[in-house]
């Protein structure tokens, strides 16, 4: 697996998307809680603009000064004992990683909380090389267990009801028993916990390493990274460039923003933070331990216009209020990476070939930009996207072209556009009906296959002002 | 006051009635109105569809049409919300970037123009008739227009308001997406439809035709029977019987 989940088209997978009436409903319920979770949240914090001006500064500062915050992250972490690998590609992230796991002839690797693991298809890796992989987020775990990818960036199962995790369960574990969550949940526990007893290796994500000690922190709510970051020997977590602050301080204000900004918590169940291997002095932690941060297409996005999308925190506030995710479900954005911060972020990382549809997949509502808690201008990268597609990658529909250079004719000479306001009416009338238009030619038809067109008035604007204003003067002059 | 009207062109073309109600509102705070014919498109389609260049030239051709006016006043919060990102698109630029500033900084929609400007929260209109509105996503994420339009409107005599669920969603309009994904734009002004009926409000308000063309649409084309306004048109009312 990549960036991209899937290989049907832009087309077919948001009718895809629309026809999944659970799946909506899901997503629907699922934003509602959130988005009342987060407001609430954000209410009782009482300054909100406040702390998510400072996350972004934090953000801003951290990236401005990112060799310098990765070199003290990497000797932090190499001081106490770990290894640190700077991966330019996926292919190097997974190489570096299936040799950590073959020299330590590890047949089982437990992970946890790590979307830049599916970014660089890092489970495929390893199987072909042959160590069993089993992921042990309960969300991931189903759709591994399906074979499924991620809908979602905080609750990846988000599309599946207990019912059809159910069916999972029994056709691929020969689970026997009901569709409650809790008897869901207890048959998950338990076959996991023998994952964690017998892995070799642990893999896990990163939420924030702190580069002023070199600790590594997973903000999760099941507790099961506790398992994957104190059971097996060898530890490897697995970062995105991006995923770094400072110090301790910073950390604290940007987990206060993710955990309320996500699902409107003010902490969540587990802050977990680990550092390096065992010392000599010390009494618990890994024989082994590797650091890998990824570069896969971070770097090129510094310094340019888009360089705040790498604010983000995977928080998924984008997704949880925008409304475009919730009709068509996070499958649509064929990426790891849903939502408006997807379709930003995705193109940015695979490039514009198989993505170029995703900048149009927004209104520009902003919704998610008013709720990003790091203030990433998330409807105005999409505009910028679009330019792209427009300007440099010359991806854009010929019809289109032809339209906005009619546009820029018509709205850069008024006396064509005082003619045209004249004419509309009379030019749409073949296809009006009282004052109506329900089924229009040419570019209107995307518009009235799903909704009347209000024919043109029978006056224009500046007609009715020019007469008013010669029937001022008759008067003035009578 | 002399105030310079921003027609929009969705209102010149479509909606005449809008520029006048506008007109006559202004006109009874004792502004003195005029209408720059010069004036276009704010240059929106092109913009957010990523044509650059193109929406560069109407832009030109809405600065010059306003250059000599004290203030700019539009029935419209996107539209004006646009003219606010002039100075932003033309960053850097030695002829327009200035008139993009001196243009951003004289211009106001409607509402935000009376309630911030003038001080005007009651404009003793008076309107029977069980009333919804709907926050355009420009008028109040882009613009920044939130309360003005709902003091006003709750100041008018007679009026039976009740809040939009969800209010804050989008309609689905969007410009261009409503064309370019006409599909996901359906469901999102059908759930916008669907809650405008939740309200049993007899007249949907908002501040954008935009947006009020594609719910008043797609209300006609479930066979609603709700009457699609602009705020304009609530606020130079003064009929107790509501609008014809």
């Known amino acids: ?478 | 006051m002399k105030v310079s009207l921003f027609i929009t062109c969705v209102s010149d073309i479509v909606f005449a009635d809008v520029g006048k109600h506008t007109v006559e509102i202004l006109e009874r705070v004792g502004c003195e109105v005029d209408f720059p014919a010069a004036q276009t498109c704010c240059g929106q389609p092109a913009y957010n569809s990523g044509y650059l260049q193109e929406a560069k030239k109407s832009m030109k051709q809405m600065i010059k049409a306003f250059k000599n006016s004290e203030y700019v006043v539009g029935p419209s919060g996107s539209c004006v919300g646009m003219l606010k990102e002039y100075p932003h698109i033309f960053k850097g630029d030695p002829d327009w970037e200035q008139p993009a500033i001196d243009l951003a900084n004289k211009s106001y929609e409607i509402t935000q123009f009376l309630v911030d400007v003038l001080g005007v929260t009651d404009l003793g209109s008076t309107f029977k008739g069980r009333v919804t509105y709907h926050p355009s996503c420009h008028m109040t994420r882009v613009l920044g227009v939130k309360d003005a339009p709902q003091k006003l409107l709750q100041s008018v005599k007679g009026i039976d308001f009740v809040e939009l669920p969800v209010k804050e969603d989008c309609c689905g309009f969007g410009g261009t997406f409503s064309i370019k994904n006409p599909e996901i734009s359906r469901e999102m002004v059908k759930e916008k439809s669907q809650h405008v009926s939740e309200t049993k409000a007899e007249y949907l308000v908002g501040g954008d035709m935009g947006c009020l063309m594609n719910i008043g649409g797609r209300m006609r084309r479930e066979g609603k029977d709700v009457k699609v306004v602009h705020i304009t048109e609530i606020l130079n009312t003064h009929r107790e019987g509501g609008i014809a």
């Open chain 1, 1 to 478: 697996m990549s960036v991209k989940i899937g290989e049907i088209s832009y087309k077919e997978r948001i009718d895809k998307g629309i026809d999944n009436d659970f799946m909506r409903q899901a997503v629907s319920s699922a934003q509602g809680r959130f988005r009342k979770g987060r407001l609430s949240q954000a209410e009782e914090l009482g300054n909100w603009e406040d702390w998510r001006q400072l996350g972004s500064e934090i953000r801003t500062h951290t990236l401005e000064n990112i060799d310098y915050y990765l070199h003290q992250l990497s000797e932090q972490v190499e001081k106490r004992g770990g290894n640190v690998f700077f991966a330019q590609t996926a292919e190097e992230a997974n190489e570096y990683i299936e040799n950590v796991v073959k020299k330590k002839q590890a047949k089982k690797v437990v992970k946890t909380k790590s979307m830049v693991t599916e970014e660089i298809g890092l489970n495929e890796a390893l199987e072909k090389s042959g160590a069993e992989v089993v992921e042990s987020d309960l969300g991931e775990w189903i759709l591994q267990l399906d074979e499924d990818p991620p809908s979602h960036i905080v609750t990846p199962a988000l599309h599946k009801n207990r019912q059809q995790i159910r069916e999972t369960f029994a056709d691929k574990r020969g689970y026997d028993k009901t569709d409650s969550p809790e008897e869901l949940a207890a048959f998950a526990r338990e076959q996991l916990r023998q994952d964690f007893l017998t892995a070799d290796v642990g893999i896990t994500g990163c939420n924030f390493a702190i580069a002023e000690s070199g600790a590594i922190t997973l903000v999760t709510n099941e507790g099961n990274a506790e398992m994957v970051t104190s059971l097996p020997d060898t530890q490897i977590t697995v970062m995105g460039m991006e995923r770094l602050v400072p110090t301790w301080e910073d950390m604290e204000v940007l987990v206060s923003l993710l955990t309320r900004a996500a699902v409107g918590q003010k902490l969540t169940s587990y802050i977990t933070a680990y550092t390096g291997a065992r010392l000599e002095e010390e009494i618990d932690g890994p024989d082994d331990y590797h650091l890998v941060i990824v570069d896969n297409g971070r770097s090129k996005i510094l310094g340019t216009e888009f360089q705040s999308a790498l604010h983000c925190i995977r928080c998924a506030a984008c997704i949880n209020v925008c409304p475009v995710y919730r009709h068509v479900g996070g499958h649509a954005y064929n990426s790891i990476y849903p939502g408006p911060i997807g379709a930003v972020l995705t193109p940015l990382l695979d490039g514009y070939d198989d993505h170029k549809e995703l900048p149009y997949a927004s209104s520009l509502c902003a919704a998610c930009t008013e709720a990003c808690p790091v203030k990433i201008p998330l409807h105005e990268q999409l505009i910028r996207h679009r330019e792209i597609i427009v300007e440099k990658e010359k991806k854009s529909p010929v019809s289109e072209k032809i339209m906005m250079k009619g546009f820029a004719q018509w709205a850069s000479n008024p006396a064509a556009y005082k003619l045209s306001t004249k004419v509309a009416r009379t030019a749409l009338k073949p296809w009006t009906k009282d004052e109506f238009v329900e089924n229009g030619p040419g570019p209107l038809k995307g518009w009235t296959d799903v909704r009347d067109f209000p024919a043109p008035g029978k006056q224009s604007f500046r007609a009715w002002w020019s007469e008013r204003a010669k029937g001022e003067k008759q008067n003035g002059n009578s």
